[in-house]
């Protein structure tokens, strides 16, 4: 079984950084894309930030410019750094990881981590 395991989430000041970590644990041979989502209360929850395997990245334009995506391949972990935070960034935080491969030839699967919650205060 693959999991995703999150860390980093936390309450900081409006302006303040936080910075998330999702490491992919079990048997991987591959992952196509790892991301991050988001959900706040009473709202679906939406894209933050992606990272394919070929290093394209895609940012929702609500954090373009404040939020940079990481990933280390080696270590099947992708991180979120988050700067200028703002009140309407509050959420749970949640891991994706997209086209997970335990084998060279297996049937692709996908991924989610538990959350972390992420609290910005006015």
């Known amino acids: 079984q693959v999991q995703l395991v999150e860390s980093g989430g936390g309450l900081v000041e409006a302006g303040g950084s936080l910075r998330l970590s999702c490491a992919a644990s079990?048997?991987?041979?591959?992952?196509?894309?790892m991301g991050w989502y988001r959900q706040a209360p009473g709202k679906q929850r939406g894209l933050v930030a992606t990272?394919?395997?070929?290093?394209?990245?895609n940012y929702a334009d609500s954090v373009q410019g404040r939020f940079t995506i990481s990933r280390d391949n080696a270590k099947n972990t992708v991180y979120l750094q988050m700067n200028s935070l703002k009140p309407e960034d509050t959420a749970v935080y949640y891991c994706?990881?997209?086209?997970?491969?335990?084998?060279?030839?297996?049937?692709?699967?996908?991924?989610w981590g538990q959350g972390t919650q992420v609290t910005v205060s006015s």
């Open positions: 994706n990881a997209q086209g997970v491969r335990r084998r060279p030839l297996a049937y692709p699967n996908d991924y």
């Open positions: 079990g048997i991987i041979f591959s992952i196509n894309t």
């Open positions: 990272f394919t395997s070929d290093g394209r990245t």
